[in-house]
């Protein structure tokens, strides 16, 4: 059986950028929803019970169709957001460093740049998704609860959650105040070490 993972913080660790009321709603009504739901598929198909989230979102054409819709959507969203509260930190913001910082430097021309294009594209989609920066530092988007995993590509190296149900409590409808107050909370060494991570 799935389980809700632990923050790596508490509630109340990413302050007046993201509040402590939105992430107990997110994280202990949203995401613990999905893992519910995700199990109550599993229960119906025993035979999937092996396989871990990242397995059966990126073969969903090998789950049984009676509970395939429920696997896409709530086994991408326990898999999405596991990933997206390793993404924030207390300590996160500023800049990344090292080959990370360097190699978007080269592609977009400038960190501002890379940050211009990654919140263009997250106020773009269209209701509720998620916008991904890649290995190749490319960006995409996706909608509902997909990610490129389940789209056969590879694990992105960052996510945002751009459901109004991670930010409407402290930004009403301005995706575009949370996209630029979330830039604040980003755990640039996680991704530097998916970066790296991806090129082994």
Known sequence: MFSLPDLPYAYDALGKYISKDIMELHHLKH???YV??????IEQAPELSHKSVEE?????????ESVRTIVRNHG???????????????????TPS?????????????????????????LSVFGSGWA?????????????????????KSSAILGLDVW??????????????YVKAWWNVVNWPEVEKRFQTSKD
């Open 56 to 64: 059966l979102i990126s073969h969903l054409d090998e789950v049984p």
């Open 76 to 94: 991408g969203g326990h898999y999405n957001h596991s990933q997206f509260w390793l993404w924030m930190s207390p300590e996160g913001g500023h």
């Open 132 to 152: 991904w920066l890649m290995p190749d530092l490319s960006i995409m988007t996706t909608p509902n609860q997909d990610s490129p995993l389940s789209m056969g």
């Open 36 to 41: 519910d739901n995700l199990n109550k598929a």
């Open 98 to 122: 090292g080959e990370l910082a360097d190699s978007l430097n080269a592609k977009y021309g400038s960190f501002q740049a890379f940050t211009d294009s990654f919140s263009k594209q997250a």
């Open 31 to 33: 995401h613990q929803t």
């Open 164 to 177: 109004e149900h991670a930010y409407y409590l402290d930004y009403k409808s301005s995706r575009a105040d």
